[in-house]
């Protein structure tokens, strides 16, 4: 099972970083959080990427291009033009990137990965925030209902759009950003079968979060997972100061690698 990771926003309330890059390479304890969710799925056995790019999207590209450079000390012998690599910190990962457009929308995104993804179902998620997932509990979660797509929900203080859940957990109504009061939350995390590509259209204005999941629910095909961990997404300066003490102190619930 692929994994699509949005990437492309222009990430305005971390302006402060992401200036000259993209929010998924700013960075915590010295990594992008990009490769932190990476990890996060790779624990689990998924290797298989499509990053969705927008803005500055070649900065990501050359994370992955130069990936040794970034992660491995280095020789270059400029007579010989030849480059050898010590202590190789390489992972498991094949990578595609696409560029799906500098002002698309996240399900203009999406929908122009479906030809990457094949016939299987995929995971999606946002690439701006950690959790101590278990992404097998995950999978076998919509696996076990009769759904399109799961959602994993979180409840952390309310600024995000709110789930009206009823039994099985399945999602009756989705609703953006209301004010906060403790409700579950979309926290990204999803599981997705093909037919959810059937609830896209390829306009730049389309909002994954809005029409599509709206329909998802209201057809009776949306799901949710309710994680009771640690969930937190990185949207202002504060969330990254934060995210850094956690990791500089070894207390990062979402690090559930060990190397």
Known sequence: MKVLILAGGFGTRLSEETDIRPKPMVEIGGKPI??????????????EFIILLG???YVIKEYFANY????????????TNEMEIHNNHSENWKVTLIDTGLNAMTGARIKRAEKYVGDESFMLTYGDGVADIDINKLVEFHKSHK????MTSAQPDGRFGALEIGE???VLKFKEKPKGDGSWINAGFFVCDREVFDYLEDK???????KPLQNLAKDNKLYTYKHNGFWMPMDTLRDKIKLNEMWQKGNAPWKVWEK
């Open 34 to 47: 990009l490769w932190h969710i990476m990890k996060i799925y790779s624990t689990y056995g998924y290797n």
């Open 55 to 57: 803005y500055k999207g």
């Open 68 to 79: 040794f450079l970034h992660n491995s000390d280095v020789t270059f012998n400029l007579k």
């Open 147 to 150: 759904g399109s797509i799961t």
């Open 168 to 170: 099985n957990n399945q």
């Open 204 to 210: 730049d204005e389309e909002v994954f979060e809005q």
